[in-house]
């Protein structure tokens, strides 16, 4: 893949960004997602490549468009694999909460791996911690290795855990153990990728959260060396069909960062732009003729991350 995709990359979540923080506040969630994604989806109409998607809004019949299985771009080479999300997600922006963002992630054809919707179980921790989790391991045990790998206290860490009653128990012995615990409301893809990264204030992601959500975020962590694991764990018959149908029969598989993202030696191109402020990405801000916006641009072949502040003048032909 040609590095100039990554600019693209980043030009689309941008573009998506700006387009669905118009709502942001407004409390109508269908249409901060809805102009995201309009957004994103206009502005591959000009890029040169062949990207099918792998991960999206949705199955084919389910979505006007951003669906698995919808080629983007011109047709040209390079023929590459496409997960993203236009808005994790429409309600955050509506109720105007933090972490919103808009995600893209490019690979080779044939990496990235098609995960049902349906809800997974997933720890996620970054670089000084890899190699240290196991999801079929308690949460004492995973903490334990955790801290040692970072040369830290159990006390010293903090997990982020979605707030949902599932959570009660992992709560409980997280807390036992002593580590601090950050619940958020959503957004548990913005969280995942946070891990990664010194400064956020987020050590390890636990609990149960989206399947695509999931594979998106290893996307990111395996750009920057981070670790990941999840199972899935359908709260539903019909999330449990959807896997079947998608050829996952054993439902307790353990799916690695690898599985997820065809293994270290797939390139992938990896762009995240701020909706709403976040810890790890700041918000749309608009002034008077533009906005600005804050991003992040990784590659995982040459482990290169960027964050990038751009500002975007309305009054020209175009944003970009």
Same mark, same amino acid.
């Not at 994790?88 to 963002?101: C, D, K, L, M």
């Not at 946070?194 to 395996?222: K, S």
């Given at each position: 893949?040609?590095?100039?995709?990554? $600019?693209?990359?980043?030009?689309?979540?941008?573009?998506?960004?700006?387009?669905?923080?118009?709502?942001?506040?407004?409390?109508?969630?269908?249409?901060?997602?809805?102009?995201?994604?309009? +957004?994103?989806? =206009?502005?591959?109409?000009?890029?040169?490549?062949?990207?099918?998607?792998?991960?999206?809004?949705?199955?084919?019949?389910?979505?006007?468009?951003?669906?698995?299985?919808?080629?983007?771009?011109?047709?040209?080479?390079?023929?590459?694999?496409?997960?993203?999300?236009?808005?994790?997600?429409?309600?955050?922006?509506?109720?105007?909460?933090?972490?919103?963002?808009?995600?893209?992630?490019?690979?080779?054809?044939?990496?990235?791996?098609?995960?049902?919707?349906?809800?997974?179980?997933?720890?996620?921790?970054?670089?000084?911690?890899?190699?240290?989790?196991?999801?079929?391991?308690?949460?004492?045990?995973?903490?334990?290795?955790?801290?040692?790998?970072?040369?830290?206290?159990?006390?010293?860490?903090?997990?982020?855990? $979605?707030?949902?009653?599932?959570?009660?128990?992992?709560?409980?012995?997280?807390?036992?153990?002593?580590?601090?615990?950050?619940?958020?409301?959503?957004?548990?893809?913005? +969280?995942?990728?946070?891990?990664?990264?010194?400064?956020?204030?987020?050590?390890?992601?636990?609990?149960?959260?989206?399947?695509?959500?999931? +594979?998106?975020?290893?996307?990111?962590?395996?750009?920057?060396?981070?670790?990941?694991?999840?199972?899935?764990?359908?709260?539903?018959?019909?999330?449990?069909?959807?896997?079947?149908?998608?050829?996952?029969?054993?439902?307790?598989?353990?799916?690695?960062?690898?599985? $997820?993202?065809?293994?270290?030696?797939?390139?992938?191109?990896?762009? +995240?732009?701020?909706?709403?402020?976040?810890?790890?990405?700041?918000?749309?801000?608009?002034?008077?003729?533009?906005?600005?916006?804050?991003?992040?641009?990784?590659?995982?072949?040459?482990?290169?991350?960027?964050?990038?502040?751009?500002? =975007?003048?309305?009054?020209?032909?175009?944003?970009?």
């Amino acid at each position: 893949m040609d590095r100039n995709l990554a $600019l693209e990359l980043v030009r689309a979540t941008e573009l998506a960004a700006i387009s669905s923080a118009r709502w942001m506040g407004l409390g109508n969630p269908s249409a901060a997602d809805q102009a995201a994604i309009d +957004a994103m989806r =206009h502005a591959f109409d000009n890029v040169s490549f062949s990207g099918s998607i792998v991960i999206g809004k949705g199955e084919r019949g389910t979505a006007p468009t951003l669906y698995v299985g919808e080629v983007l771009g011109q047709g040209d080479a390079p023929e590459v694999d496409i997960a993203l999300d236009a808005v994790e997600s429409g309600a955050i922006v509506a109720n105007g909460r933090p972490n919103a963002i808009s995600v893209i992630a490019a690979a080779e054809k044939g990496s990235l791996r098609q995960v049902p919707e349906a809800h997974m179980e997933k720890i996620a921790v970054g670089p000084k911690a890899a190699g240290a989790i196991d999801i079929t391991a308690p949460a004492e045990k995973n903490l334990r290795a955790i801290a040692e790998a970072m040369n830290c206290s159990v006390e010293d860490l903090t997990v982020v855990i $979605l707030d949902r009653p599932r959570h009660a128990d992992l709560v409980r012995q997280v807390r036992g153990i002593g580590a601090r615990i950050k619940l958020i409301q959503d957004g548990d893809l913005s +969280a995942t990728i946070a891990v990664a990264f010194e400064g956020t204030g987020v050590d390890v992601l636990m609990g149960v959260g989206g399947a695509r959500e999931g +594979a998106l975020a290893a996307t990111a962590l395996q750009c920057i060396g981070g670790d990941m694991q999840g199972r899935l764990k359908p709260l539903t018959e019909e999330e449990a069909e959807r896997a079947l149908r998608m050829g996952i029969q054993d439902l307790d598989r353990v799916f690695t960062i690898s599985d $997820l993202t065809g293994g270290g030696e797939c390139d992938i191109m990896f762009a +995240a732009t701020g909706v709403t402020d976040g810890d790890l990405l700041k918000g749309v801000r608009f002034f008077g003729g533009g906005a600005q916006t804050h991003s992040l641009v990784m590659r995982s072949r040459s482990a290169t991350v960027r964050f990038i502040e751009s500002t =975007h003048r309305f009054d020209r032909k175009s944003v970009s």
